[in-house]
């Protein structure tokens, strides 16, 4: 009971070690990652090679998988590079596969050692992350070693004996076992080391352990596609189309199996090598015969897995990526990318509100109660999304544009709340009361509104780009607005003195809507404080002044 206990703790912590690497790497490299992946696929080759180099730094053929299936969900990336990129990382795993089991025992301690050195010291930088991916590599040597020798025991045992000497040779039997191994471990690294262990311990025969390799990667193409059943289709083909080309690569060998055998146990090999090295030749083969298909393979996928029409018309998130909350850097991209999407909502609240105080629409209609829908689910996403990463891990820069990206998000929040109850009290205003605004009166808060969405517009702008001049035209045309609202009340004002029918009766609602549109503006620009800081905007005083005085 206790070799066993001890195998399972191997395995636990082989898988550790490379949640570890995997995490270590994206936090450092991630966007790298993400631009090699995602950008230099114009052809299917430099898809494979990337796939290969991918995997050989984050140790895992899986998190190749969970990267490209995002990628695709997000629209970053076709399904027929990310087919070839998937074709790459098998054979990527396959390489690190053969790295790993080499004599690395003197390596395991020195890793561990320099990593938590720099982990701890330096936590929140680069370095200290690289410490992370050192102590996550030297786990992952270690748990190798103890895999071995806590599998010795097991195999002399003799129940143990007894079960795998049924199997004989069956390589759909042995390939189903495989595949059982590869994800009761979630790791086809860790069924094919135990696999090289058994073949050496003379309990298998060679047969039987290439069986087991096969099942070992439908194993983790099972785990993969399993794993993206919360994606959409696009996500979800990539996972299906490497699924399918595990299972016609076992196919494919059925026919040459018996000679290949023979001649595999011809060589001057030990039986963990022999095993090793068909792991990596039949990946090798496997994926070099197949490259030529992603094309025909991506169809395919694409019809067994159909987009389907979205039948709940309330927006859904497209870019807010859970596999990417590892990567801090990736992770704010993608809350930024879907906030400027609330963005885009606004502005489209703000134009029905221009229709509506023109009289080209009397009511609030159900586009516009849509689009209020939207903005709260889309909110409500990204809120959950940014509350989701670990913010102590974050660095300054990124922990910075977390509160950016948070703040943003509720000022649009709140702006399209007040839109919706502009929209309302225009509505009663000329529904119930039979009240309009004057000709005078309704051509300034056109104006004002047109400023507002020029600022609204401005303000994402600078969200997104960070630039200090863009931020401080945005404080200028803020003051500008300022000026202008204050000129609009006084002018309103002496219309009431001139005794102008419509001026009275419209006088309440006109003031209110430009005191919100007021506030409007302040949501739109606020954006350019968390650019500039407070201590740079004291500098744009002397030009305000300017232009607040020049304002007509």
Known sequence: MLTLLNLLSAVTLLIWGTHIVRTGILRVYGSNLRHVIAHNMSRRWLAFLAGIMVTAMVQSSNATAMLVTSFVGQGLMALTPALATMLGADVGTALMARVLTL?????????IFLGVIFFLSRKQTRVGQMGRVSIGLGLIILALQLIVEAAAPITQAQG???????????????????????MVSYSSLAAVLLTATLAGASVISLPVAIGLVIGANIGSGILAFLSTSMQNAAGRQVALGSLLYKLIGLLLIIPVLDPLVHWIDSLNFSPQEMVIGFHLLYNTARCL?????????????????????????????????????????????????????????????????????????????????????????????????????????????????????????????????????????????????????????????AGLHSQLIANLRLGLSVFLSADPESARQLLREKRRFRAQERRLAHAHVSRLNRKIVQS?????????????????????????????GTSDTGALAVDDLTDITHSP
């Open 504 to 532: 009275i009766e419209t006088s309440s609602l006109h003031l209110e809507l430009i005191a919100d549109m007021r506030r409007l503006n302040s949501l739109f620009c606020s954006s350019a404080y968390a650019v500039l």
């Open 160 to 182: 143990v004996k007894v079960i795998f000497a049924s199997l004989t040779g069956d390589i759909l039997l042995d390939a189903l076992v495989g595949a059982l191994f590869a």
């Open 289 to 445: 015969i197949l490259l030529p298909s992603v094309g025909p393979m991506a169809k395919l996928c694409a019809w067994l897995l159909p987009e389907r029409p979205d039948i709940n018309g309330t927006a859904k998130p497209r870019h807010l990526d859970p596999t990417a909350l590892v990567t801090p850097s990736l992770a704010l991209a993608n809350a930024a990318r879907e906030t400027l999407r609330i963005g885009d909502l606004v502005d489209s609240m703000l134009e029905a509100m221009l229709d509506v105080l023109r009289g080209k629409q009397t009511a609030v209609t159900q586009e516009m109660r849509r689009l209020t829908d939207d903005v709260e689910a889309l909110y409500s996403a990204i809120k959950l999304y940014l509350a989701q990463m670990p913010r102590e891990d974050l660095s300054e820069q990124d922990s910075r544009r977390w509160a950016e990206t948070i703040e943003l998000a509720i000022n649009l929040k709140l702006s399209s709340d007040v839109i919706e109850r502009m929209l309302r009290k225009v509505q009663q205003q000329k529904t119930s009361q039979r009240r309009s605004f004057s000709e005078v009166g309704l051509e300034e808060l």
């Open 103 to 111: 004599d690395l025992s003197w390596l395991s301690p020195l890793l």
